[in-house]
């Protein structure tokens, strides 16, 4: 198993877990959670050590990966803005905050800025409907916000 490319503690970190879950068979979205919580993200590699670890085959492993939108083979920004295009804060015009992120940080959903510092993602509806329109930054929510707030959110994370 090539474990070089990525830290070989977080593949041991990973190993622990995945040693003292409970039932292995039923296990595998719960290890691609915690792998992706270790790397920031699951490339082919991690695929391979957990569905080797779990006993489970590559092609199950990777259709779960490419099956749930959640879980990313590429790696994101130190921070992810997240913009909710539900129908509360689309209405809201959250599309022109997100074509304004799109301006400033020069990406577009899905992607990462080349300094890794930024990675922009399009929701279906992050669930506070009632702030629309609303964009997070990792774990920080902003609600009723303005093309006019997103210079003042992106300095706060401006390292």
Do not use: W
């Amino acid at each position: 198993m090539q474990e070089t490319t990525l830290n070989k503690e977080l593949y041991d970190q990973l190993a622990d877990y995945i040693a003292n879950v409970e039932n292995k068979e039923t296990a595998l979205i719960e290890v691609l959670h915690k792998a992706q919580n270790l790397f920031g993200f699951i490339p082919k590699e991690v695929q391979l050590f957990i569905g080797e670890k779990l006993g489970v085959p590559a092609s199950k492993v990777f259709g779960v990966v490419s099956f749930y939108s959640y879980f990313t083979t590429e790696p994101k920004g130190k921070y992810v803005i997240n913009v909710c295009m539900g129908t509360a804060c689309f209405v809201r015009k959250a599309d022109s905050l997100l074509r304004e992120l799109e301006k400033v940080l020069c990406i577009k959903p899905g992607e990462t800025t080349e300094n890794k510092m930024y990675s922009i993602e399009a929701l279906r509806c992050v669930g506070a409907c009632g702030l629309a329109p609303v964009i997070m930054v990792n774990d920080e929510v902003y609600g009723k916000v303005t093309v006019d707030d997103i210079p003042k959110i992106l300095a706060k994370y401006a390292d």
